[in-house]
Each structure stands twice: as C-alpha cells, then as structure tokens.
C-alpha cells in the first residue's frame, strides 16, 4: 500500500472522479480497487456490485479482502439530493423534494485513514463538489468501519 501526503490523495480524488465511468441513474452500488503504480497514475478494478450500498459494505467477503489487496478502494453510489432548509427540519424525502437533483457519490478512502469523496450533480456534472475527511452520516460511518474493521484483521 502506497503512503500519500494529503496534497496526492487529493489529486488522486480528483482523478478517480474524472476516471471512474458510474451513472447517475445507476441501479447498482459498486466497489473499485484502485492501485497506484510508483507515478501515482490509477488503475481501477470493479470488484462487487450490489442493489444495497450497505449490503456490499458489510456483507461482502470480496469488498472487505480488497481493503487490504489495494492501495484505495472506491464506493460508487447514486441517489437524490435536496436543499436542507435553515431550520433543519427535512420533513421532505429528497426524491420527493421539489428542489432535488440527481448525484453519483464517489467515495474513496485506504487504511491509513484517507477519507474523501466526490459529488457530481447530473445538472451540472463538470463542477463536483470535493469532501476530504469530513464527510458524516451513515453511509461515511459504515464505511470507516469496514475499512478500519478490515486494517485490524489485515
């Protein structure tokens, strides 16, 4: 497994975003191997697709193995996204949201605990929006878990 400074896993980031082929109308979560050769340049493995991110997460032997096999491994997923109102009182479902957008979250993390991801709105798909270890919630959560999970037991 290749060390990166927090500079390269940025730029590696970026890369995976502009690299990985994922739809926004997707049915399937996915998971990639990334492996980095000595000139940080990527090469990108699928390894399981599954209709539950959390399923492919936690339930699968060949997603956790490749925590430990690669240098990254890559969580595509898609869904809606909607405006939080100030109030934080979000009654509204995003797909039901009159506001909502379509998105492919892209998130990448390894065991030396680099975390960061990627939004890309379908309206907009040239302008993602970048995350470097300060993602939440529970999907950023179960993720942090396999990976940590996984380091313990590699």
Same mark, same amino acid.
């Given at each position: 497994m290749k060390t990166l400074t927090d500079n390269q896993?940025?730029?590696?980031?970026? *890369?995976i975003q502009d690299q990985i082929d994922y739809e926004f109308d997707s049915k399937y979560a996915k998971v990639f191997g990334i492996m980095l050769n000595d000139n940080? +340049? &990527?090469?990108? *493995?699928p390894i399981k697709t599954s209709a539950d991110v959390y399923e492919l997460i936690n339930d699968s032997p060949?997603?956790?193995?490749?925590?430990?096999?690669?240098?990254?491994?890559? &969580?595509?997923?898609?869904?809606?996204?909607?405006? &939080? +109102?100030? +109030?934080?009182?979000? *009654?509204?479902?995003?797909?039901?949201?009159? *506001?909502r957008r379509r998105v492919r979250?892209?998130?990448t993390a390894n065991t030396?605990?680099?975390?960061?991801?990627? &939004?890309?709105?379908? +309206?907009?798909?040239?302008?993602?929006v970048y995350d470097f270890g300060k993602a939440k919630g529970a999907l950023a959560d179960a993720i942090m878990e396999l990976i940590n999970t996984a380091k313990k037991e590699g």
């Open positions: 896993f940025k730029t590696i980031i970026q *890369e940080l +340049d &990527i090469q990108f *493995e060949e997603v956790f193995a490749a925590v430990n096999e690669y240098d990254l491994i890559t &969580i595509a997923t898609c869904g809606w996204a909607a405006p &939080i +109102d100030k +109030d934080n009182n979000n *009654e509204v479902a995003p797909s039901k949201h009159p *506001e979250l892209l998130t030396n605990s680099q975390f960061g991801s990627s &939004i890309a709105f379908n +309206d907009n798909p040239n302008e993602p």
